[in-house]
């Protein structure tokens, strides 16, 4: 069994600043991928950055980088240099087993 | 590549009545999902495909709702009857390997009235 939990439902920045999502995790298998996805108002969930939980070395795409801490079960989005078309949905999720089970989302507001 | 397609975009019927979605996956895509995701929360899993075989639809109420994928490709999912409380998005997705991560649509925002 999964479970996925984001603490933050709502998070606001200022344009060009860092923020930082939160998540954690629990799962009982071993090989298990990490995932945060971005949701517009276009309903669209798209792939930010994926982490394989066998790597110790945090992922970094662009902009976005995670914090992963396995022993803690901890998986933190960063986003640097904060633009207005970042303002969404995000959801941490967690695969296992083939199956993508997500939290329940942190809405992020980037203010101009 | 083309992207995961789902139909209709929005859809609004009475209690009782029926409705059906459809999704096509990314061509090669052997694992296709479809979620709900209703207002304010993170989708969850109804039933996932593995070509044309169920591998998990432990979380689907079967009393109300069908899905099938012939052919291992297209898939369509009803609900009849439908309740108020299936008011909610519809998204279909698909993978490859998960490795790679999942694909989603843009789903079907269902609203029962």
């Known amino acids: 069994a999964q479970t996925v939990t984001q603490s933050q439902p709502e998070m606001s920045v200022q344009e060009a600043e860092t923020v930082t999502l939160s998540c954690t995790y629990d799962?009982?298998?071993?090989?298990?991928?990490l995932f945060w996805y971005k949701q517009p108002p276009s309903r669209q969930m798209i792939l930010v950055i994926r982490?394989?939980?066998?790597?110790?070395q945090n992922a970094t795409e662009n902009r976005f980088s995670v914090n992963f801490q396995k022993a803690a079960k901890s998986f933190s989005l960063k986003i640097s240099d904060s633009q207005l078309g970042d303002a969404a949905m995000y959801f941490c999720?967690?695969?296992?087993?083939?199956?993508?089970?997500f939290g329940t989302g942190t809405r992020l507001t980037i203010i101009p | 590549e083309a992207g995961v397609a789902q139909s209709p975009r929005y859809k609004i019927i009475e209690k009782r009545q029926s409705v059906a979605f459809w999704c096509n996956p990314i061509?090669?895509?052997?694992?296709l999902y479809w979620y709900q995701q209703i207002l304010g929360q993170g989708p969850k899993l109804l039933i996932q495909?593995?070509?044309?075989?169920?591998?998990?639809d432990s979380q689907l109420p079967k009393d109300r709702f069908s899905a099938e994928r012939l052919k291992g490709v297209d898939s369509t999912l009803k609900i009849q009857p439908a309740k108020l409380e299936d008011s909610a998005v519809y998204l279909c997705?698909?993978?490859?390997?998960?490795?790679?991560?999942?694909?989603f649509g843009s789903g079907t925002r269902l609203t029962v009235v």
């Open positions: 999720a967690s695969s296992g087993n083939e199956k993508l089970t």
């Open positions: 495909f593995q070509n044309n075989g169920v591998v998990d």
């Open positions: 982490q394989e939980a066998y790597k110790q």
């Open positions: 997705a698909s993978s490859w390997d998960r490795n790679y991560g999942y694909t």
């Open positions: 061509s090669g895509h052997a694992t």
């Open positions: 799962t009982s298998e071993s090989d298990y991928y």
